[in-house]
């Protein structure tokens, strides 16, 4: 089988862990959800270790446990400022992407700098009222305790912090095609992806 790279950005809570996971079982390709090797590194530092040692020293069991937490996003998405925590990462995603029989990626830097020769790229997004409102849901129902304000205000100070970075800012990349959920049922943002894909295929 040979190699064919799905890159799916896009801003928390948009819907990309969703479609990826679609896309992935769709046409038989394997996922990786990038997000979760920063909340990896987010979650080690709130346990006292150095960001860049941790980013390093990543193994596969340190993507298990309870890394979905707001805590443990915003610091995922300030150990995703430091240039050699993302540089430790690298290496790991790129040969993710490069296997063969078909990888999808989904973060925010996939398609503009972790696989810019991916065969396609997609920017999910949606509006941040929506997406907060999303996350809200989905924390309420976990047994997590948060108020829709204070989910909105996280998602917006990590859409902020993760657009501004210097190192691979969250931006769609030239030739993404844009899928906006706000408005979309889960089913046809999956079928709106999966013809995009199949489009390149
Ligand atoms: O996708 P997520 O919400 O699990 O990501 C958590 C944080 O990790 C996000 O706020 C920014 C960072 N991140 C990144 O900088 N680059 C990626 N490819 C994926 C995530």
């Known amino acids: 089988m040979s190699r064919f790279t799905v890159a799916i950005d896009g801003p928390a809570a948009a819907g990309k862990g969703t479609i990826s996971k679609a896309v992935a079982a769709h ?7 990038t997000g ?14 150095d960001p860049v040692q941790a980013a390093k020293a ?8 309870e890394l979905r ?5 915003q610091a995922a998405s300030r ?18 992407a490069a296997r063969d029989g078909g990888a999808v990626l989904d973060g925010r830097d996939i398609g503009t700098v972790i696989c810019p020769d991916a065969d396609v790229k997609l920017f999910v ?9 999303r996350r809200y849901l ?3 129902n976990k047994g997590i305790e948060v108020t829709q304000k204070d989910v909105l205000a996280d998602v917006i100070a990590r859409d902020k912090r993760d657009s501004e970075r210097a190192e691979a800012p969250l931006k769609p990349a030239e030739d993404a095609v844009i899928i906006d959920t706000s408005e979309l049922s889960i089913a ?8 995009a894909i199949a489009a390149c295929r």
């Open 125 to 133: 997004t949606a509006s941040p009222e929506i997406r907060a409102e």
């Open 188 to 195: 046809d943002a999956v079928a709106n992806a999966v013809a």
């Open 27 to 33: 046409f038989g390709f394997a996922h990786l959800d």
């Open 138 to 140: 989905e924390l309420s």
């Open 36 to 49: 979760l090797l920063y909340r990896a590194v987010g979650a080690k530092v709130l346990a006292g270790s």
């Open 69 to 73: 937490t707001p805590e443990v996003a």
């Open 79 to 96: 150990v995703a400022v430091l240039p050699d925590v993302r540089a430790a990462l690298f290496e790991f995603q790129r040969s993710f």
């Open 58 to 65: 990543l193994t596969p069991e340190d993507l298990e446990g």
